[in-house]
């Protein structure tokens, strides 16, 4: 039995932490933490856990909760996460960053977005977690840098593009769409609910989403080369969910049937990954509450274009369920335990 | 391990009984029914399952099915319930009933708020299934009728208050709101996404609707005398989700902390209903996506009445997590087997 | 012309006065304030009116005000209204204010529910602006408080009833359900987004909101008696909308059809409460952006019970509808002067 | 006074030219049709309308509804449409089309996308309604193609950057998303409210919407050659508006100061259609209800790509707003008469 502490319990993905661990046979939670509402029991905060998770909230001491854990989850703010992500590491913890700081491998890029790197050397021990791509070198890591939620739907939807070489890198057009709770618990009136409700809209609009070196980095990687893409975020108005709806250049021509059979041959054998037959697309409603990633392809008939969408719930495969998948690979469980749960519909 | 068969599974009650089952340690699921989709599989007709329950539908025969299941669920309308669940029962199989058919005990007034009944002898066998109330019976019982959604919260509301006859009878004003999966999957101009978003309204307004005599069956037998009820439904627009605020007038004044208290020792123990304690109340999302009823009670200073809110998921406690508990029960399974996840939030 | 101030235009019910203000053809808003947004242009804090309405928020200061404008509405929070409105008194001008500092005609209860009340001298001058029931007096005043929202919507909803002594004072409950724009434009985690869509829940249980007073205020004069009720509020998870069911206890029977005929008796010539046919009741997606209310009114078979169901826009007839309409009588207007739009559907 | 029939008004935007055309000062609505509602009052499919309009819906009868008007809107699907329109025309009424029937002038395109022409002598004659582009001949016109909402949405957005050829025709894309109206009120499962809500998805993916053909249409007429484009759209869990996403690449780079400054002055005096700050993106929420269209448009730092962001309400600058706009035109009244309302915020 894994003992795990979930610092930074009282925001969205913490809750979502709570919710996957509490089904999982092998993790018991022993310690949650959170600054503002230290003292209180997290199902105070969050009143879904009553009866269930009553533990209370505690102030972030790395040291004092590194001695009583095995693992830890930092769903804290970037920059928060690397002000302790140091002394869990020193402590022999293993960790699982929901943060942005251990993501990018260049602090100057990382400097440029956020701001100065505090322990850049970490960079390079930190391993970016996607499992679908990376699954051996995470089993070896010990602090692992959970990606964000449109960066997974984004590197999924491309890679066997990119990895095949089968697209012009130039060409990726990413327009991607987000529910409310990947903008947080913050209490702001743009996320009150009468702002956002009955709306639509786009934001960062003009390639300025810190998710964007993220996205690139890994995207650079499976190319062989540096790309650059654009990439516009927008917000829908509903709790969870995220699509990326993803155009791109073909360097050859290929029929729809094609890509769907290199999609499923792609991601032949993963847990998570369901890639639809042709002429089927994905929707956020059917991978709620679930951590998996939907992905459907065709192509433009009056274009040429490739088109790829693919949806995950931002909360699940976007962060606390593939954390959670992270975290079975690094500690030699198997990777689907405690996740293998349907999606909610509706 | 348990054979099970959905009968009925492509509306959401069927989709919701998959979803729970799916994670039930000691089920299989390995029969699923539609009329109207056989012969494709259930993951066409609800894609969140795809690739995890890719079952064909299959007409409904129930001699057929009977053969290769152990338990039935039958997720049917009134009616197209009683047309199959003798023969289920005369091949010796338990059956979990979610429609109306066998929840009113007396065959005449079945007559009046359905239609006449198919064979009224099965009334006095089939045990109408609150596990709280009657879970002894239950396990000893082969025909389980599973509550509708709005009697399940108004019993549980009332429950203690009647069993200590602390309040009068005729004073019982139930003002009830549901979400909207709780009017089904049928394609009708009222349940469009246009007609029912932004807004709110009652529907059955004066006493008729369905779910009355049921509530009024189960509420006389707490009372131990005939009583009758002011129910009054509303539609919220939302997915899922029952509240019910139920007024009465006590026959002794009572502190909203004794009457805390007197619930959390009517319900000490139970593993699903979760008493809150003075001042708080619930929210439908608190409790969405679990089997949790939670009911929080006070006094309204100014008129001494005692004011109960109860709120349950309508298609688990209310429905398709309830059936599984009282499939627990039945089959000798522990009480909470496959149901002890956390509510899903946000 | 009448030019007119409003007074706190960066809140929900300050941008409704705006937006009907605008196609007033007897008013132009020649001034807007909002202390926390002085200098910028109001369109900038709501882009609905970019382009219409672009004068720059000013400092709240009434001398100044007063000197370029007839009439001002305060859509201050309380305490901040009474700190003000004297001011434009003095100066001369007509005002209509939307707190709730001038609601209640006995400073005492002021006191109990608000706080100490700086200018209670001001109390019986002040009328309680529901046009229905107090035309006359309105025409005259030059102060008038706006009613509340779920005031307005229980109020009407009950005069018929006790003007004509139909049913039995102690016997009134209100279960009423608002949506979030009620709430305010306040950055509170509570109003997020994702705490309150897709949950339902009541809130100042137990007989505490502060509407409760000015209700029974109203219905006190009414009934020509002091009463107590039962209201017990919810917030619904939509942008606009109250809904009110009030259940009573006939004094002497009455059929449903009987009630009806009263109720269009009542409000015959009335132009903006409609009185449903028997069997129709109200919804508030019916009434979304117009300053109706809809009225529906029977008798619960079951247990004798008279069900009224009163639905408005909050932000309409709840607030800056009701003030206009207030407006336009107190300044010698044609009543529906600006008002007379239809409900936005869907 | 203008007489206005409208011709279909049991659906979205029948019921939304009524909302508008009742608060318009020239135009009295004699005639409302309804195949499968006739005889009923149209308030009692629509009770939004009640106490207002409660006009008798009447059968499609084109020579006695010619009888008694002066206008004719016909809201019809498809083929409907054209079976009547050439009957309203020969008796010399003016028809503002909102089908589909005449938008293209090619019968042959035409019959690819929707069936053989029933009149394709009528396409020459047509006049594609979009007042921003074509205000002199919709002047003289007597039956107008009134645009469809994506159409509208994007072909306003592209407009400045085609007519002065300032990017490559082929790159471009169209990511677009609307609101639910957009699907019409007919009883299918895939419009329920449990379908749609709280999910996001794409539909008719590669190049196949039927709004295609008329978006490269106009498209190509402004860029003087033929286009080809990629569109997808996408279904947003809310009632109203279309939101679309434009990339494409320039042929000589500009900045985001000078690609405002030239959308400006493209659309200076344009009484609907708003061009934001530089910086500024449209949201559907700040134009619901009314006939804006907004426009914001920056460069993408990363890749040099153009992006252009364009929000319209669906039902009106989308459908009845703009089909008002045309009728005002034709009539030879000020082109905003009765359209000059704000939007509804929240």
Partial sequence: MLKVAVVGASGYTGVELL???YAHPEVAVTCVTSEQNAGKPVSSVFPTLRGRIDLPLENL???GISEKVDVVFTALPHKAAMEVVPTFLKMG????????DYRLRDADIYGQWYEKHM???L????????????????????????PGCYPTSTILGLAPLLKNKLIDPKSIIVDAKSGVSGAGRGAKVDNLYCEVNEGFKPYGVGGVHRHIPEIEQELSILNGAPLAISFTPHLVPMDRGILATIYSTPLKSATAAELVELYQAFYDGEPFVRVLPEGSFPSTAFVRGSNFCDIGVTVDQRTGRIIVVSAIDNLVKGASGQAVQNMNLMCGLPETLGLDFLPIFP
Avoid: C, H, M, T
């Fill in 19 to 21: 919710r996957i661990l």
């Fill in 119 to 121: 322990n850049p050397e």
């Fill in 61 to 63: 001491e790395p040291i």
């Fill in 123 to 146: 960079l390079s021990k930190a391993v970016y977690g996607i499992p679908e791509l990376r699954r051996d070198v995470i089993r070896e890591a010990s602090l692992i840098a959970n």
């Fill in 93 to 100: 913890k293993d960790v699982v960053d929901l943060s942005a």
